[in-house]
């Protein structure tokens, strides 16, 4: 069983497409999902062609460090000229290596913090991110570029992730969070019981602006939302692949597919076993809001026609979440699947 209206929406008003010009990072995150085993890029003609034969409503820079692809200034003047809303995500290194103009290019830039002090961020990520990120925000702040943080939501910090968002307030920016997927290691794997924590006390400390994490939202009680994996999003890897979702498991499909079938990628097996219904979850309360859970999570653990793991309904349990909804925003990674988006809680 399938939910075809978000295909549907993606075909007529455009797709959030994430390309991923190089898997190169200067950093080695032990928690990050690229494959580093080799040097991977995606060339002009093919960013070309993928603009040529996708509707696309909105672009993100992922998967590794943008800046580093050797050709990322062409690359950027051939994105921004394009009518849609650009971000990117980073370390802080692609926009420290950035003239100014080329910085207000992006709508938004997302930067990578996972932790609430300088100690902890470095000591993850390297010596002198933190000041990186904090210098580079606060001159898209001066250019008047949108900035958002984004962090993992992780064993190691899954009960302070509202201590970031109070620091992206001093940016008037949001935080948005992924829950970490094992795509390497699951050493970082929330617990069943970290993962419910950790949302709880994030809600308990902040305003929800979009929740998409699909069985966090359906505890909120809030209804189903289109787009998402399968859907509204597509993602062109380094290595000249197509997925669903970043955390797809395998390489995926040959861009030639996409370039071939255009906004058709949608109905090719990948799309639709992302959004695919485990047969347990049928009839259950929460069925449109969760649809099964996040499905590259389930695809990962080689369960895909199982629940997700962190379903509480499975266990006879609930999980009710009480969520406080701020006004809403004007962001451009509102629609991307299994993620969710607060910002620091402001007195009433």
Known sequence: MTDDSGALAGKKCGFSLGLGLT?????ACAFCYRDAGQVDRLASDQVRAVLARLPVRSINLGTGENGMHPGFAELLALLAAEPVKLTITSNGHSIAVIDDVQVQAFADVEFSIDYPTREEQDAQRGDGNWDLVMEQAARCRRLGVGVTF?????????DRLHEIAQLAARFDAPLRINVYQAVRTDAFALTYEEYWTGFARLFAETDAIAIGEPLVRAM???PARL???GTGTVRVTPRGTVKPCVY????GQSLDALIEVGAAIVETEPFVAARSLPAPCRGCAHEAACHGGCAGRRRLMGALDAPDP??????????PLAVRMADARDLPKLESACTTIVQARRPQ
């Open 248 to 251: 797809w498991d395998g390489v």
């Open 150 to 158: 984004i962090a993992v939501m992780m064993r190691s910090n899954f």
């Open 23 to 27: 898997n190169e990072c200067n950093l």
């Open 227 to 229: 787009g998402g994996c």
């Open 220 to 222: 909120a009680g809030l």
């Open 310 to 319: 962190y379903c509480p309904i499975v266990r006879g349990e609930t999980r």
